[in-house]
């Protein structure tokens, strides 16, 4: 029993919100006023030409009054910006308004030319169907002039105006992107290409510089360690010959040898350290080379349609 009037008390609470949130929605004497010069301002503005400004004016004036009329121009104007999409779904959206028992004869005429709109938008609407191959495990993302579609919803067709469009993919490690305008009413699929964000490359061949600078480091490091090497052992020779650092005649020769051993290893090291940097020089400007289309494109299926021409390939 306690249980059944909690129940009562919670649906009593919540009726009553109900009953009053239109009162709470309704417009404010500042919200009708402002309406009224917004709109105003829309239609000056759509007279001028200057469709964009007039559709922000309309927006804002249905915004602060959501009427029949308000919404009415709202579509028009989107109409004749070539917004059919948003402009059905404005148009639509009329009937959902409340009917105010005082409701003016001009807001029953705009239900019915809304209604009317929306019925001749319906068949001007395109459709476009997005695949994409993909070697992922994942659904590839799909992007439309700026707008990501949900993964559950990216195959599926997808309503928009009519005209130019622009489509990204993004798969696993690769991407693609097609632009493709579109008449009132045209259906079209389009398979987007996704090409590798970073290509498989082919094998380094390495130039003469390379065989040549490595090879003239190498034995400079060589030469450089061996003579180097032998100067140190000759060195301590001369020096147990040459006490106080004076050198008998006898000594002459040792010493003469051990001096050219270390200006032999010095200017070896110098060249093998030269020719490595060459080596660098030639790996940094060899060539690769050109992979085979059977190394890197696994399927490639061209498709030919009415006025279009798509490729789509998978690694």
């Not at 239109?22 to 009224?36: C, N, Y």
Request: hydrophobic residues 40%; aromatic residues 2%.
């Amino acid at each position: 029993m306690i249980r059944s009037s909690r129940f009562a008390l919670i649906g009593g609470l919540a009726l009553s919100l109900l009953i009053a949130a239109p009162a709470l929605a309704d417009p404010t004497a500042a919200d009708i006023e402002s309406g009224k010069v917004a709109y105003r301002d829309g239609k000056t503005l759509r007279d001028q030409g200057d469709l964009t400004g007039a559709l922000a004016k309309f927006k804002a004036a249905y915004a602060m009054v959501p009427t029949p009329i308000t919404a009415l121009e709202v579509g028009k104007t989107q109409i004749a910006l070539g917004h059919l999409v948003e402009a059905r779904e404005v148009l639509t959206s009329i009937d959902r308004l409340p009917k105010k028992p005082d409701e003016s004869e001009k807001a029953a005429d705009s239900r019915k030319e809304a209604e009317h709109l929306a019925a001749e938008l319906t068949p001007k609407l395109a459709s476009l169907t997005v695949s994409a191959a993909s070697s992922g495990t994942d659904a590839p993302s799909v992007n439309i002039d700026g707008a990501d579609i949900p993964k559950d919803a990216a195959q599926s067709p997808r309503l928009v105006d009519p005209g130019h469009h622009v489509i990204k993919v993004k798969g696993n490690a690769a991407s693609g992107q097609v632009e493709i305008d579109l008449k009132e009413g045209e259906q079209r699929a389009v398979d987007v290409p996704l090409t590798p964000d970073h290509p498989p490359q082919g094998k380094l061949v390495p130039n003469t510089l390379v065989w040549v600078g490595f090879g003239v480091g190498a034995l400079g490091v060589v030469v450089g360690g061996i003579t180097g090497a032998i100067a140190l052992s000759k060195a301590s020779t001369v020096k147990s010959e040459c006490p106080n650092g004076q050198c008998p005649p006898a000594a002459h020769s040792d010493l003469n040898l051990t001096n050219a051993l270390s200006t032999t290893s010095t200017v070896a090291f110098v060249i093998g350290a030269l020719g490595v940097g060459v080596g660098i020089v030639g790996l940094v400007t060899s060539k690769r080379e050109p992979l085979p289309a059977s190394a890197w494109l696994q399927e490639l299926r061209i498709s030919i349609g009415p006025g279009t021409i798509s490729a789509r390939g998978a690694w």
